[in-house]
């Protein structure tokens, strides 16, 4: 035993983790949680069932008379119509497997035509009310002294094949709803989150360094996939992709619609039949099916539909129907074919590299079906298929806002699209079309490129601007995307822009902008500038940088 003033003196070594209270919302499809942590208490953490439910999710559904919200998640009654699945709203364009299922299988309980509301508010008004539950359920957990004192942060879950406009605009609407105190806001991805999260659980998982996984994120609504190698297994678990990631909409809430329409379809012209019966056998289904049926075709489930009138035909009998294992295939089959499909093309986007383990995760990852299904679609190969436990946000806002509590670090991500500018280029015979200095694309990023943790791409800029006009206060410039595997090389229709980016130089003196003469005799300031792009784990940082000097955050406005 080492003695005792030699281990305070190690104690008295040891970095003290930063007093601080950080609150992670995973903000779902169908199901949304909340958890925090008290840096300074590593074991002060909950993740405390919301609205006083037992759960530790809520429904992402919300329900409103006129423009003002009334109820939120476990609140609203069983049978009332409400905004479900609003989430998706923030990116609308983005493609995604099973699309049409989504228009096809309209949900029963939606809210009717005509009671629309913009995406944004419907948004700002549910994370609002997920904040203010949970810092009232810390106002009962905390001493009121330590909770004035403590620094608030927080943490939100972002889907990382979303568009760049639409983590911004999840990240805005956030910000709206009181999650950026003192900004302190930290956006995540959720399969990133969710990766380090399984690691730290499956431990020991069998797993070396040099080896890759994809990591499977099956949700309510969406599915996420991200592929990383291990770089590093101590002391620090660090990770990099090592593919685009990719994702499908087509988490199990398809597979409940699905169950919807084949009931519909058996029993819907019994006069009896109402919506109370179908809530019934929907719970059935949730709190039955879902958890234990793994696709055995021998497998039967009596459910009850109470009300309905005997009838051989429908199989009905005293109040009572039995689903056979071919009913359930035909009902889970096409989910599951679509989540194959996403985790096969993300293998194939891997090569020649072959993942050592596909892991689960999310609330439909934990189906066993899924597991099984999976591991008979890659039975040819030597993939493992894992279940680690859900988690995920609440660890990885811990590392992220706390360094002393860091035991996880991704090294680099796999750009999802190329990124740059238009640029003046000198006429080069076997390059260019035209004999004179034209306009061509700098893809500053390439697709595929893999980019350093916190490494920011330097953007370079340049404007002239007549002295006469005074001071330029803001400079305005162009940042452009394009989504092919292969950039052009000049403007085109495959090149969109993402975003209008506005400098702020009101802070810098007009003194250190060099003055240059015009051909038209004018005097010019001459600016040359550059704006540093950082790809975080959910968004991406803009710094205005002159001189090597970084003049704060530069505004991006997209489009």
């Given at each position: 035993?080492?003695?005792?003033?030699?281990?305070?003196?190690?104690?008295?070594?040891?970095?003290?983790?930063?007093?601080?209270?950080?609150?992670?919302?995973?903000?779902?499809?169908?199901?949304?949680?909340?958890?925090?942590?008290?840096?300074?208490?590593?074991?002060?953490?909950?993740?405390?069932?919301?609205?006083?439910?037992?759960?530790?999710?809520?429904?992402?559904?919300?329900?409103?008379?006129?423009?003002?919200?009334?109820?939120?998640?476990?609140?609203?009654?069983?049978?009332?119509?409400?905004?479900?699945?609003?989430?998706?709203?923030?990116?609308?364009?983005?493609?995604?497997?099973?699309?049409?299922?989504?228009?096809?299988?309209?949900?029963?309980?939606?809210?009717?035509?005509?009671?629309?509301?913009?995406?944004?508010?419907?948004?700002?008004?549910?994370?609002?009310?997920?904040?203010?539950?949970?810092?009232?359920?810390?106002?009962?957990?905390?001493?009121?002294?330590?909770?004035?004192?403590?620094?608030?942060?927080?943490?939100?879950?972002?889907?990382?094949?979303?568009?760049?406009?639409?983590?911004?605009?999840?990240?805005?609407?956030?910000?709206?709803?009181?999650?950026?105190?003192?900004?302190?806001?930290?956006?995540?991805?959720?399969?990133?989150?969710?990766?380090?999260?399984?690691?730290?659980?499956?431990?020991?998982?069998?797993?070396?360094?040099?080896?890759?996984?994809?990591?499977?994120?099956?949700?309510?609504?969406?599915?996420?996939?991200?592929?990383?190698?291990?770089?590093?297994?101590?002391?620090?678990?660090?990770?990099?992709?090592?593919?685009?990631?990719?994702?499908?909409?087509?988490?199990?809430?398809?597979?409940?619609?699905?169950?919807?329409?084949?009931?519909?379809?058996?029993?819907?012209?019994?006069?009896?039949?109402?919506?109370?019966?179908?809530?019934?056998?929907?719970?059935?289904?949730?709190?039955?099916?879902?958890?234990?049926?793994?696709?055995?075709?021998?497998?039967?489930?009596?459910?009850?539909?109470?009300?309905?009138?005997?009838?051989?035909?429908?199989?009905?009998?005293?109040?009572?129907?039995?689903?056979?294992?071919?009913?359930?295939?035909?009902?889970?089959?096409?989910?599951?074919?679509?989540?194959?499909?996403?985790?096969?093309?993300?293998?194939?986007?891997?090569?020649?590299?072959?993942?050592?383990?596909?892991?689960?995760?999310?609330?439909?990852?934990?189906?066993?079906?899924?597991?099984?299904?999976?591991?008979?679609?890659?039975?040819?190969?030597?993939?493992?298929?894992?279940?680690?436990?859900?988690?995920?946000?609440?660890?990885?806002?811990?590392?992220?806002?706390?360094?002393?509590?860091?035991?996880?670090?991704?090294?680099?991500?796999?750009?999802?699209?190329?990124?740059?500018?238009?640029?003046?280029?000198?006429?080069?015979?076997?390059?260019?079309?035209?004999?004179?200095?034209?306009?061509?694309?700098?893809?500053?990023?390439?697709?595929?490129?893999?980019?350093?943790?916190?490494?920011?791409?330097?953007?370079?800029?340049?404007?002239?601007?007549?002295?006469?006009?005074?001071?330029?206060?803001?400079?305005?410039?162009?940042?452009?995307?394009?989504?092919?595997?292969?950039?052009?090389?000049?403007?085109?229709?495959?090149?969109?822009?993402?975003?209008?980016?506005?400098?702020?130089?009101?802070?810098?003196?007009?003194?250190?902008?060099?003055?240059?003469?015009?051909?038209?005799?004018?005097?010019?300031?001459?600016?040359?500038?550059?704006?540093?792009?950082?790809?975080?784990?959910?968004?991406?940082?803009?710094d205005l940088i002159y001189k090597r000097k970084n003049y704060g955050t530069v505004k991006a406005n997209y489009q």
């Open positions: 035993m080492a003695p005792r003033n030699l281990k305070r003196k190690r104690d008295e070594e040891q970095p003290k983790p930063e007093r601080r209270i950080i609150i992670a919302i995973d903000f779902g499809t169908t199901y949304s949680g909340c958890a925090w942590v008290h840096t300074g208490k590593p074991d002060a953490t909950s993740e405390d069932g919301l609205e006083g439910a037992t759960s530790d999710k809520v429904p992402t559904e919300i329900l409103y008379d006129g423009n003002e919200m009334t109820k939120w998640g476990f609140q609203i009654p069983v049978l009332s119509q409400r905004h479900k699945l609003f989430k998706l709203q923030l990116d609308p364009n983005q493609p995604r497997n099973f699309f049409g299922m989504a228009k096809s299988l309209p949900d029963r309980l939606a809210a009717p035509p005509g009671y629309n509301l913009p995406v944004e508010k419907m948004v700002t008004d549910y994370l609002s009310a997920l904040r203010k539950q949970v810092e009232q359920v810390l106002h009962h957990k905390i001493p009121q002294s330590a909770l004035k004192s403590t620094p608030i942060s927080y943490c939100m879950t972002v889907s990382a094949v979303w568009s760049d406009k639409a983590q911004a605009k999840t990240r805005q609407r956030a910000e709206l709803a009181g999650l950026n105190r003192n900004g302190h806001l930290q956006m995540t991805s959720e399969p990133e989150a969710a990766a380090v999260y399984a690691l730290d659980v499956l431990n020991p998982h069998g797993l070396k360094k040099g080896d890759t996984f994809v990591l499977c994120d099956a949700g309510g609504g969406t599915v996420d996939l991200i592929s990383n190698q291990i770089l590093a297994l101590g002391p620090l678990l660090e990770l990099r992709e090592v593919a685009p990631g990719s994702g499908g909409l087509c988490g199990s809430t398809f597979i409940n619609e699905r169950f919807a329409e084949f009931l519909i379809n058996k029993f819907g012209k019994d006069e009896n039949w109402d919506d109370q019966v179908l809530e019934e056998a929907m719970d059935f289904s949730e709190i039955t099916i879902k958890r234990s049926y793994h696709g055995d075709p021998n497998q039967k489930y009596p459910m009850h539909v109470s009300g309905l009138a005997d009838n051989v035909s429908t199989g009905v009998l005293r109040g009572r129907f039995t689903l056979t294992g071919d009913d359930l295939h035909g009902i889970f089959q096409p989910v599951l074919e679509a989540i194959i499909t996403l985790v096969k093309d993300q293998i194939r986007a891997m090569k020649p590299t072959v993942p050592k383990a596909v892991l689960l995760v999310g609330g439909f990852g934990q189906s066993s079906y899924l597991r099984v299904s999976l591991r008979n679609a890659l039975a040819e190969s030597d993939i493992k298929i894992m279940q680690p436990p859900n988690g995920g946000a609440l660890m990885k806002a811990v590392m992220e806002v706390s360094p002393s509590s860091r035991g996880v670090k991704v090294s680099g991500r796999v750009a999802r699209r190329h990124y740059g500018l238009i640029v003046g280029a000198a006429f080069e015979e076997k390059k260019h079309e035209t004999l004179r200095r034209i306009n061509v694309m700098d893809w500053s990023i390439k697709k595929g490129d893999v980019i350093k943790d916190r490494a920011p791409i330097k953007l370079p800029y340049y404007r002239d601007v007549l002295v006469s006009e005074g001071h330029p206060s803001y400079l305005r410039s162009e940042f452009l995307v394009c989504d092919e595997d292969s950039a052009p090389l000049y403007h085109d229709q495959k090149v969109t822009k993402l975003a209008e980016l506005t400098a702020d130089m009101s802070t810098i003196p007009a003194s250190r902008f060099p003055q240059i003469k015009g051909k038209d005799g004018e005097t010019y300031y001459g600016i040359e500038y550059h704006i540093h792009v950082t790809l975080l784990s959910g968004s991406i940082k803009y």
